[in-house]
């Protein structure tokens, strides 16, 4: 794992745990039961990200008062209303419409036969009456798959919340910093941007030549050579093409200062960059290398203007605390390859894998080994010496989920998630490039990828990351029936053709 926790690039979570007790209850339930749940959750996972509510059980709106102004005392930017038994269904929807980040709601759940007289919470019930409530106020929150569980279980609720609230803390002070236009023929990288205003995304939208103008004023930059040392310590034997590190140097300078001069009121930023077709004749050289390193800092970088593709990257980013990146979902693998080093050594189908692939701006930290070269695809059109810079090596086997939010040319939000892992297979071939195997992926391919209108870009997080991924979706908007995956056999796609 590649680490990103410590990034100023990304959002610090502190949840603020509020128990609730309805006046008819004993509110020692809640109490004791809200004790126990800070508990479980300090054995299990340490005292960083939470905060236990001290000041009151809320019964009432004044008492929904005094714990809202405690968590903003306390820095909390997310909530967990505890039912601790059936709760107030007014205060305890009021606290979560009053408080400026995401919530969350769980319930505890009863703990012995011994003691269902008195000690009786019934929060099961009252998880019913605290969602109608949320409904009827219009409130977003996060309820669990099942929400309601021991002081163990609430515990990993809990826990499993941190990242679902970090990448919408996130999205809400985000601003998207994009170099365009997008390329010539590149339709499938469209952004209607109407979508990112209703997520509370900004997006500064610039002009290549302004980019190239900030370019120009960082030559001559004294930080150019602790840059090319930092660059030639990551390349390592892989630095092929030595001569064009000054010139990577003065450009890593240049985003990183309009970053820093350009982020305005947001406190996180992710960058749609310009790679082609006049980048490399006026830039003299393909910016892969640094869009790789960026991305490895935790500021996400997309190709080809694909601001959406940014987007995706940021959510993973934030949900994974590691690195991410954007391929193309881009070739099929031969038969000869399936039949030699995939058929009887993994047991997926053949349509069930593919090649994803981009000029190499997958972070180092995420290849097996890596080395800096031309731009082999480019370089068929152009001089070869203004094609340098991209980071090319096969990516690393293990687990990924890919992912992308999209909207549509109509501006509808979209999302897909498909589970699966880069294989161990030598991919022969060349650029950030790897063997990806996802379940069912010839059907996704065909009703998903196809039937949907998706680009052929799709963000890769380096783990199995679907479940929360999906909750985020699902909070921020995206309708359900928009939120795809990749179904299992048997499942049918409303397109699909049953009798194929």
Not at 73 to 89: I, K, R, T, W
Not at 272 to 297: D, E, H, I, Y
Not at 463 to 485: Q, R, S
């Amino acid at each position: 794992m590649s680490d990103l926790s410590n990034t100023n690039n990304l959002p610090q979570v502190k949840i603020g745990v509020v128990a609730v007790s309805r006046d008819c209850f004993p509110e020692s339930l809640s109490v004791n039961r809200r004790k126990a749940l800070m508990e479980a959750y300090t054995a299990r996972y340490g005292t960083e990200g939470v905060y236990e509510c001290p000041v009151c059980i809320v019964e009432s709106e004044i008492h929904m008062v005094q714990a809202l102004e405690d968590i903003k005392a306390a820095g909390c930017n997310a909530l967990c209303v505890y039912l601790g038994n059936f709760g107030p269904e007014i205060s305890e929807t009021l606290l979560a419409k009053h408080f400026d980040g995401p919530a969350m709601f769980i319930a505890a759940a009863e703990e012995t036969q011994g003691n269902l007289v008195g000690g009786r919470g019934d929060a099961y019930c009252g998880m019913l009456n605290a969602s109608y409530n949320l409904k009827l106020r219009n409130v977003k929150a996060y309820i669990p798959e099942y929400p309601v569980g021991t002081a163990a279980e609430c515990a990993d609720m809990l826990h499993e919340f941190l990242p679902i609230a970090r990448a919408i803390i996130g999205l809400a002070d985000l601003k998207i910093i994009s170099f365009g236009p997008r390329p010539l023929n590149f339709l499938a990288c469209n952004a209607p941007i109407k979508q990112l205003y209703n997520l509370g995304v900004e997006i500064e939208e610039n002009s290549e030549l302004d980019l190239f103008e900030a370019f120009n004023k960082h030559a001559g930059d004294a930080r150019i050579p602790d840059k090319i040392k930092e660059m030639e310590a990551e390349l390592g034997a892989g630095n092929l093409k030595p001569e064009v590190l000054p010139k990577l140097a003065q450009y890593e300078l240049t985003l990183l200062d309009w970053v820093e001069a350009h982020r305005g009121y947001r406190k996180y930023v992710a960058i749609a960059g310009k790679c082609w077709p006049a980048f490399q004749t006026q830039f003299g050289f393909v910016p892969c290398f640094v869009n790789s390193r960026l991305t490895g800092m935790g500021i996400p970088v997309s190709c080809e203007v694909d601001i959406y593709g940014a987007l995706s990257e940021f959510i993973g980013t934030c949900v994974s605390q590691d690195v991410v990146t954007l391929l193309d979902i881009n070739n099929s693998v031969p038969d000869d390859m399936y039949q030699e080093a995939i058929r009887d050594k993994f047991g997926y189908r053949h349509e069930e894998t593919f090649m994803g692939f981009h000029c190499g701006n997958t972070c180092s930290r995420k290849l097996a080994s890596c080395s800096m070269k031309y731009q082999m695809i480019m370089a068929r059109t152009l001089p070869e010496e203004v094609t340098q810079g991209t980071l090319e090596g096969d990516i690393l086997p293990g687990d990924i989920t890919f992912y992308r939010l999209q909207s549509t040319a109509d501006c509808k939000l979209r999302a897909y998630i498909a589970q699966g892992e880069v294989l161990p297979v030598a991919t022969k071939s060349f650029g950030g490039i790897g063997v990806f195997a996802i379940p069912q992926m010839g059907r996704f391919y065909r009703h998903v990828l196809i039937e949907k209108n998706y680009p052929h870009h799709g963000a890769v997080a380096f783990g199995h990351y679907g479940k929360a991924l999906y909750e985020v979706f699902k909070y921020i908007g995206v309708p359900v029936e928009d939120l795809n995956f990749n179904q299992p056999e048997g499942m049918l796609y409303p397109t699909e053709n049953p009798f194929a």
